[in-house]
């Protein structure tokens, strides 16, 4: 084991900027630490942990920047304002170089330093049998994988750290410049490739290893970064044709201005190898609710559970890898209404998140197709008010008004999203055979979710409800909401599939290829007890042959992957990967007028926030610091 720590190149950076003779001082201590480090088994295996524990938090609100793009949106002077403040204020528009609104440059650079020591010293553990060695060094080398992959996705090319820089590297060395996003992807897809081999196809001891990395998350995330590295953001950007290395001997270009077909036929590869594997091999396929023995559940609940819970039930059928790092309480507290008439003071109920009204626009209609596209659907009235009758009971509480466009959506639309007059099936009552009772959202001014004041309260009348597994429930006294906590899902099956439908029709939109991309987008379609995209779009559709161009396919895709992985954290970057963010905001934030009481004033939109999002904002800042630490590091186009 070399007696020298070694430290990336990040590290070196902050301690050249700092002085180095605090640094020098604590090599001794560091050494000692190192050697027992790897001295047995034991403590090799927290090395192991230590190189886990900088995965994300994903669905946090305060850490997770995926959640604030224009999927979500809270009050801006609201009394939980601290909390979710970072991520709210890059999709207000404030994102900086001074100091990057959750940055994580410093943060998985530390990452890959303790990944590159575990696989340099790791070798050495005497009491660690060969087979437990190439598992670890699989895992490890997946998660350096995952962290420069991360990084890639926030900042576009970046410094690729193969191994750590010794201590007495020299200042030049250590000054090392990004590297071009082709590079960096293949790096990636390497590491990814020399791991999954040596990985488990499933875990073995569920209670102490659940969240490790398995062999089919190796092939899932191989088939993500193709995918990402063949989307128009990364594939032939001609919008980063002036990001090169200004300082390096051949002003190397960082991004290829040549697009390739070849980068979606290898992401359609890949897609599919990760396919086979997770349903040959272990025979995944999207979760369906089993039913409750206790009570004769009706179709329209039994597919609402199978929506719901392939989200938030923990390690069900269709998860192919969940964040245990995240376990997810908060969002469930932040996001859940006022439901029951008993406890209508609980403090933890806080009402924060909400879903703009676009968001539930985006949402088909019952016959599978989008609203402004649906011939059936009258489409000027869709504001006007109508009764919900017998026919709507397990979707809107009987007798209720609401907006026309609430009546025949898809199933999707009613599981995840809460709206007023919205039955809200679960927490504590799961007999649907007299639906009056189930309870519903009452939104409107005065009522038990409505408007409170200017910092508490609704915030546009729209509810993520698929963040709230239907089994918690109120009970009396302040502290007084029991949530069922789950790990933060990073890849469903349906997610897959939805990659390997979009890599299939990118690579060869043959009538071949079209139908499997289609056979796979109908599955998850199936679950949402829809029918298949040609028979909707045939019958149903103002554009009936849509389905069949190229162009209209990637545009179905496209929007089945914001319908279906919906809040999940996969709009913010999609949108960026398919470069299609600047359209998506321009649309604005709108909510109901929730300060009115009846249901004609209440459905009226109204405009809380204009976004703003330019060429610059696809990518993260680096931070001012760190290019006067390291002036070889080129700041991001625009910042």
């Not at 660690?128 to 090319?157: N, S, T």
């Not at 020299?170 to 082709?182: A, H, I, N």
């Not at 594939?235 to 979606?264: A, R, Y």
Request: aromatic residues 14%; glycine residues 6%.
């Amino acid at each position: 084991m070399k007696k020298k720590i070694q430290f990336t190149i990040m590290m070196l950076l902050t301690f050249l900027g700092s002085g180095c003779s605090d640094f020098l001082d604590v090599v001794p201590d560091g050494v000692a630490v190192l050697e027992n480090a790897f001295a047995r088994r034991t403590e090799a295996k927290k090395y192991l942990y230590t190189c886990y524990s900088y995965m994300p938090e994903d669905g946090n609100p305060s850490i997770d920047a995926s959640l604030w793009g224009d999927e979500k949106w809270s009050m801006e002077n609201a009394m939980h304002y601290d909390f979710v403040g970072h991520g709210f204020d890059i999709a207000k528009g404030l994102q900086n170089a001074n100091a990057p609104i959750l940055d994580q440059w410093d943060h998985y650079y530390r990452a890959l330093r303790d990944c590159n020591i575990f696989l340099e010293d790791v070798g050495g553990v005497p009491d660690l049998p060969d087979w437990e060695k190439k598992q670890w060094i699989a895992e490890v080398k997946f998660l350096k994988a995952y962290y420069h992959f991360l990084l890639l996705r926030m900042y576009g090319p970046i410094p690729i750290i193969r191994k750590n820089l010794p201590i007495d590297a020299p200042v030049e060395q250590v000054r090392v410049f990004r590297e071009p996003v082709d590079d960096c992807f293949a790096y990636i897809v390497q590491l990814l490739d020399e791991a999954k081999g040596d990985l488990p196809l499933s875990i073995i001891n569920p209670v102490e290893e659940l969240g490790r990395i398995t062999r089919p998350i190796a092939y899932a995330l191989k088939a993500k970064v193709l995918v990402m590295a063949a989307s128009p953001l990364f594939n032939g950007n001609t919008d980063q044709v002036t990001l090169v290395n200004t300082k390096s001997k051949d002003k190397t270009p960082l991004f290829n201005q040549t697009w390739s077909l070849d980068k979606w036929k290898l992401a359609a590869q890949a897609c599919k190898e990760a396919v086979d594997l997770c349903e040959t091999e272990l025979g995944m396929k999207l979760y369906e609710y089993p039913g409750n023995a206790q009570y004769d559940l009706s179709d329209t609940i039994i597919t609402q559970m199978s929506l719901r819970n392939a989200f938030c039930e923990k390690w069900n059928s269709e998860i192919i890898w969940a964040n245990t790092q995240s376990n997810q309480s908060d969002v469930q507290f932040l996001t859940t209404p006022k439901l029951d008439p008993q406890y209508q003071n609980g403090s933890r109920i806080s009402q924060s998140f909400c879903a703009p009204l676009k968001i539930g626009d985006q949402f088909y209609t019952a016959h599978g197709v989008p609203l402004e596209e649906d011939k059936t659907f009258d489409y000027e009235t869709r504001f006007e008010i109508s009764t919900a009758g017998a026919a709507d009971q397990l979707y809107i509480h009987r007798g209720s008004k609401t907006a026309n466009l609430h009546f025949n959506r898809e199933p999707r639309f009613y599981a995840w999203i809460g709206f007023d007059t919205g039955v809200w099936y679960g927490q504590g009552k799961y007999d649907d055979s007299n639906p009056n009772e189930l309870f519903y959202v009452q939104g409107r001014k005065g009522q038990l979710h409505g408007s409170i004041g200017p910092d508490f309260g609704p915030v546009t009348g729209y509810i993520p409800k698929k963040y709230v597994h239907f089994e918690n429930v109120q009970n009396p006294g302040n502290d007084n909401y029991s949530v069922n906590v789950y790990p933060w899902p990073l890849m469903r099956l349906a997610d897959l599939y939805l990659l390997y439908a979009e890599a299939l029709n990118e690579a060869d939109n043959t009538e071949v290829n079209r139908d499997e991309a289609i056979k796979y987008i109908d599955k998850v379609r199936s679950r949402a007890g829809l029918k298949g995209v040609e028979e909707s779009w045939t019958n149903y559709s103002t554009n009936p042959g849509k389905f069949q161009s190229q162009v209209g396919l990637r545009e179905i895709i496209h929007r089945e992957r914001l319908i279906e992985l919906s809040f999940e954290g996969h709009r913010f970057w999609d949108l960026r990967r398919w470069k299609e963010a600047m359209d998506a905001y321009r649309t604005p934030i709108e909510s109901w007028d929730l300060e009115q009481r009846e249901p004609q004033y209440y459905y009226r939109k109204k405009v809380i926030r204009n976004q703003t999002f330019g060429l610059k904002d696809y990518f993260w800042p680096i931070s001012n610091a760190n290019l006067r630490v390291n002036p070889n590091l080129e700041q991001n186009l625009g910042w």
